[in-house]
């Protein structure tokens, strides 16, 4: 089963916004191209940013603009806007209750689950849209010193 990459290429929207607001036309055939794939996917996730509020769009114009200010937009914010009340993890349900592993699983599970899903929520609350760009800023910055470094 293939995962989705919804929640990590919202983030990627988003961040492209703040990043490349003014510098280059925020269409969505160019933020297809950075995240690598197609403009629609990009405008069907940006009118879902848009309903929860995260990005402001209009309609035929390729300005979008973040809602809020990046450290008010929190990675937990984008996972609800994208993912709704999902549970990250799945459990099978259809297991042979009179195996001791298929018959305990699931609630064995389900306690793990949950403590597990708490902390990745927390932890995404706590994480700010402003914390992604910053590091993505000091990751470019690392590179294009090796590059300057490489060619010297």
Same mark, same amino acid.
């Given at each position: 089963?293939?995962?989705? +990459?919804?929640?990590?290429? @919202?983030?990627?929207?988003?961040?492209?916004?703040?990043?490349? #607001?003014?510098?280059?036309?925020?269409? @969505? !055939? !160019?933020?297809? =191209? @950075?995240?690598? +794939? =197609?403009?629609? /996917?990009?405008?069907?996730?940006?009118? +879902?940013?848009?309903?929860?509020?995260?990005?402001?769009?209009?309609? %035929?114009?390729?300005?979008? &603009?973040? $809602?809020?200010?990046?450290?008010?937009?929190?990675?937990?914010? /984008?996972?609800?806007?994208? &993912? %709704? *009340? $999902?549970?990250?993890?799945?459990? *099978?349900?259809?297991? !042979?209750?009179?195996?001791? /592993?298929?018959? !305990?699983?699931?609630?064995?599970?389900?306690?793990?689950?949950?403590?597990? &899903?708490?902390?990745?929520?927390?932890?995404?609350? $706590?994480? =700010?849209?402003?914390?992604?760009?910053?590091?993505?800023?000091?990751? #470019?910055?690392?590179?294009?010193?090796?590059?300057?470094?490489?060619? @010297?």
């Amino acid at each position: 089963m293939k995962i989705s +990459t919804r929640f990590s290429d @919202s983030i990627h929207i988003l961040a492209f916004i703040d990043i490349y #607001q003014g510098i280059i036309p925020l269409t @969505s !055939n !160019n933020i297809a =191209s @950075s995240i690598e +794939t =197609s403009p629609v /996917v990009v405008r069907r996730l940006m009118s +879902t940013l848009n309903k929860a509020g995260l990005i402001n769009t209009t309609h %035929g114009t390729a300005d979008p &603009e973040l $809602a809020k200010a990046t450290k008010d937009i929190s990675l937990y914010d /984008v996972f609800l806007a994208i &993912e %709704g *009340d $999902a549970p990250l993890f799945a459990i *099978d349900e259809r297991t !042979n209750p009179q195996c001791i /592993v298929g018959g !305990n699983i699931q609630e064995t599970l389900n306690e793990y689950y949950h403590q597990a &899903e708490t902390a990745a929520k927390a932890k995404l609350a $706590a994480t =700010s849209l402003q914390d992604i760009i910053d590091t993505i800023r000091v990751k #470019q910055a690392r590179k294009e010193a090796l590059q300057r470094k490489k060619q @010297s």
